[in-house]
């Protein structure tokens, strides 16, 4: 007889008068075609052959029933085998044990002919289980019994009395029960006991190594990167991948397809409406559909999304059941559905009810709103199209902050990309400007600004109070974008307090607001000059910048380091930039908002301590022409370095030029009003350098009166140069002796009064007067101020032994690379004196005067001056004119 028809016939228990067995459902299924060796999963059923129990748990189409067929097939010599597939209503009257029964008869082992199961009011007779288990009980071999479907079986009798037939012949009789959940028997002993071994879903998911086996099966052949799309999609479902390997079949594009497959495919979405969906009741059912629009959710948002109040016990039962519902695992009490589940009950939502589906997203909206979860609430207001509700869930929940700073590449600003900016509502007006002015687009957010007050006096000037914040928030941050620094001060005030009032709640969840109209309001007070406020309020906004704030913090600290460095706080200066630019590393940002001003501190500090080459370096990281957009403090703060760079390497015309270039920028990049009165007095300082002090005075003549003590420094420097030695010392002497100054005020007043001291012969006040400096600049290391007018002081060392050791251990931190740019002016040797003429030359040199101006000015030809540089050149060992004027510099000779 054929094998086919041998399974469908039916065998008649000559004991009973009942239906006939089937006996098909003794038969071990057989290998399919596209079988996978799980090695893995029958080692794991084999670890303990001894044990009573194996429990093999998982949804459908999960490999449960072949993974126990070939286990039984492959593994189980020296055991009867006996296996029972069963269906519904398999546990009524008798028709269970009348299955084990054959099953056990089927698979050799004795059992009497004469026992047969009796029906009684409980199930069986207790004398029939007695007279089995005492039959098994004197096997010679070990009875495995296989029930493959105990889902099936809705009752519990039949494991109540499953339970006392092994508990009475274990060890001999060992069960294997596979299905869909939990049967009703005692695991919790058994797994106690050390007496069950269970497989379940998360076990049953195929691995990528498994994964990839079925699809060569199948001829699919797919990257890495195409099977890791696939295992995430039905993550490792077996029925799953089967199908879609059947969909990629002969597909020579099957890497593209992998993404395009959905659950409701034909295949997939048969699958699951025939195994899943047809079995619930149309209440389940109902809540399946309707819940399925949430990712993952509480009892309690599928109750506010369903209208049901028992959800709780719904997805409980739907989770013990397998029913492709499941805990998810980085919440606690929380669900999830299948991926590929969840699309299938999306497009039947669809299907059948698809006005239903945006009243379903506002309840949930609602309901994540209520909780203070933002981009959740948004999310599902978007997909319901109220642009209305999911911009007033921002305005409300003071998020408006988030989405200026994380623009439209974050989470908030992807879900409103086709946010309409034509809306006639306020809060979506607001929430436009806010994402313009994250686009960098002040116009738009001040036409979008002006947009929403209009649409409040539309509505009788009903601002509610996060709305006023909102409003006040972007006025500021409009402003400052401006470079409006009275507006931004103006508003500022009520902003601060629009924040104090809002709930505490909101502002421990967005402490950007605060820290936005710190920095803001900090920037402001530095554009007008006020830089010991700015840098109070700048330090509180990086105090209260937490995660998420990276750059806003990384803003302040870089601009807080400027100011530092302008005040002569070098090694504080230093940290906050070393901290800026860190944390820009540490983030990640792009390098559009790269902290090139952090560079710009770290050069100013560098060139403070007369380092060269060091502040070249970040001179050329920070260079705004790598940055198409960048603000007067860059800009400024740059051309101010720079300058004093070419200085030190004697380049005294080019270090003008870039100060005349940035003092007359028109473009909107004017930097701070304490920043451009330095790079003013820079101006008048490279006056007196190169021989023009009259234009120096005229040049801090331009400032009102009275002069704050750094002008009148730069004043009397002038004035000494212009041998009005008596107003000189009349001008200095009071700032000299002033308590309290900033550092490099400090420095070079000092020096000053040593060189009118010198100037005058009086060798006793020069040197008290260096050593005032000489300590001043020691803290800090301030080395470019004493070596600019090194020159002219040297002199004062060769009587004093204490000041020269005060002076080499200013140098003593000098780092290695500046000492071969400007070397101790001890260790130089002049080869050969230079003679009258060449020292003529020099000093046309020194005037940064082309070669036939100094021939014109001598009276000579160009050749005899480029002879004569030749050999100034040769005789201070210098290859190049700025190098040579330098070191004349430092040996005094000019």
């Not at 029958?42 to 072949?66: F, I, M, Y």
């Not at 307090?497 to 710190?518: G, M, S, T």
């Not at 040197?767 to 002081?793: F, K, Y």
Request: proline share 5%.
């Amino acid at each position: 007889m054929r094998a086919d028809l041998a399974v469908s016939m039916p065998v008649t228990d000559p004991a009973t008068a009942e239906d006939p067995l089937l006996r098909s459902k003794f038969e071990v299924p057989e290998r399919p075609r596209f079988m996978v060796a799980r090695q893995r999963l029958r080692d794991l059923l084999s670890n303990r052959a001894d044990v009573p129990v194996r429990l093999v748990v998982g949804p459908a189409g999960s490999g449960k029933t072949q993974l126990v067929a070939s286990w039984v097939s492959g593994g189980a010599e020296g055991t009867a085998v006996a296996w029972v597939t069963l269906e519904d209503d398999d546990d009524q009257t008798c028709g269970f044990w009348n299955y084990i029964v054959e099953a056990l008869r089927r698979a050799g082992v004795p059992i009497s002919p004469a026992l047969s199961p009796v029906a009684s009011s409980s199930g069986v007779d207790r004398s029939f289980l007695v007279r089995l288990a005492a039959e098994l009980s004197e096997q010679q071999m070990p009875v495995l019994l296989v029930l493959d479907g105990v889902s099936a079986l809705t009752g519990e009798q039949w494991a109540t009395d499953l339970e006392f037939v092994l508990r009475h012949t274990s060890p001999l009789l060992r069960l294997v029960l596979v299905g869909r959940w939990d049967p009703p028997l005692p695991l919790h002993r058994y797994r106690l006991d050390g007496r069950l071994t269970e497989v379940r879903s998360e076990d049953l998911a195929f691995t990528a190594e498994e994964a990839g086996e079925l699809l060569t099966l199948h001829g699919v052949e797919l990257s890495t990167a195409g099977l890791t799309s696939l295992l995430e999609h039905t993550e490792g479902w077996a029925a799953g991948l089967r199908l879609f390997a059947i969909a990629l079949q002969d597909r020579r594009d099957a890497d593209r397809l992998v993404d395009t497959i959905t659950g409701n495919e034909a295949t997939i979405a048969e699958y699951f409406v025939d195994e899943v969906l047809r079995v619930q009741p149309p209440h389940v059912r109902a809540f399946l559909l309707e819940t399925s629009i949430l990712d993952t959710f509480t009892p309690e948002l599928a109750e506010a999304v369903t209208g049901r109040t028992d959800a709780l016990r719904l997805l409980v039962e739907l989770a013990r059941r397998n029913a492709f519902v499941q805990p998810a695992a980085e919440y606690s009490a929380a669900y999830r559905f299948h991926r590929l589940f969840a699309e299938l009950l999306r497009a039947q939502l669809m299907y059948e009810a698809p006005e239903r589906t945006p009243q379903l997203h506002r309840r949930a909206a609602g309901w994540f709103a209520a909780q203070g979860q933002t981009a959740e609430a948004v999310s599902h207001a978007v997909r319901a199209g109220d642009w209305v509700g999911a911009s007033t869930v921002i305005v409300d929940h003071h998020a408006i902050g988030r989405l200026v700073l994380d623009g439209r590449t974050g989470r908030l600003g992807t879900l409103l990309r086709h946010l309409p900016e034509d809306s006639e509502d306020a809060e979506v007006a607001i929430v436009s400007a806010a994402l313009a002015l994250a686009d960098g687009s002040a116009e738009r957010c001040a036409h979008q600004l002006s947009r929403a007050q209009e649409l409040v006096m539309r509505r009788g000037w009903e601002y509610s109070q996060a709305l006023a914040l909102a409003d006040l928030l972007l006025g500021v941050l409009l402003a400052a974008a401006s470079g409006d620094h009275a507006q931004v001060l103006q508003l500022s005030a009520a902003a601060e307090h629009a924040v104090a009032q809002a709930p505490r709640e909101d502002l421990a969840r967005h402490p950007e607001l605060r820290v936005l109209l710190l920095a803001a309001k900090g920037f402001a007070q530095s554009g007008r000059g006020a830089i010991d406020a700015a840098a109070v309020t700048l330090t509180e906004a990086v105090a209260g910048a937490v995660a998420g704030c990276e750059y806003p913090r990384v803003e302040c600290l870089q601009h807080l380091a400027l100011i530092e460095a302008y005040r002569g706080r070098l090694g504080h200066a230093e940290k906050l930039a070393n901290e800026a630019i860190d944390l820009a590393d540490r983030c990640g940002l792009e390098p559009a908002r790269r902290p090139a001003d952090g560079h710009l501190a770290l050069a100013w500090v560098a060139m403070e301590r007369y380092d060269v080459d060091a502040a070249g370096r970040h001179l050329r990281i920070a260079d705004p022409k790598r940055r198409p957009s960048h603000g007067g403090l860059t800009a400024g703060a740059f051309a101010l370095v720079k300058s004093r760079r070419l200085q030190a390497r004697g380049e005294l015309r080019g270090a003008v030029s870039l100060l005349d270039e940035v003092a007359a920028a028109r473009d909107g990049t004017q930097p701070p009003e304490w920043l451009g009165r330095e790079i003013t007095l820079s101006r008048a300082r490279l006056m007196i350098a190169t021989g023009h002090p009259d234009q120096a005075l005229a040049t801090v003549g331009g400032f009102a009166e009275p002069y704050s003590p750094d002008i009148v420094v730069v004043q009397a420097a002038a004035l000494a140069a212009t041998a009005e030695v008596d107003r000189a010392r009349a001008a200095i002497q009071p700032v000299a002796g002033t308590a309290g100054l900033a550092p490099p005020v400090a420095v070079e007043a000092w020096l000053v009064v040593a060189t009118l001291a010198a100037q005058a012969g009086d060798g006793e006040g020069a040197r008290t007067a260096l050593r005032h400096a000489l300590r001043l600049a020691a803290p800090e290391s301030q080395r470019r101020a004493v070596q600019l007018v090194w020159a002219q002081l040297r002199r004062v060392l060769r009587d004093d032994d204490g000041l020269a050791e005060q002076y080499r251990s200013l140098l003593g931190n000098q780092p290695g690379p500046q000492r071969s740019a400007e070397p101790d002016p001890d260790t130089l040797v002049i080869v050969e004196p230079l003679s009258r003429r060449e020292m003529e030359v020099l000093q046309g040199m020194a005037g940064m005067l082309p070669t036939e101006e100094i021939a014109a000015t001598l009276y000579v030809s160009v050749n005899t001056v480029k002879t004569h540089v030749r050999s100034i050149l040769r005789k201070l060992s210098a290859s190049r004119r700025n190098e040579a004027v330098r070191r004349a510099r430092a040996l005094g000779l000019i």
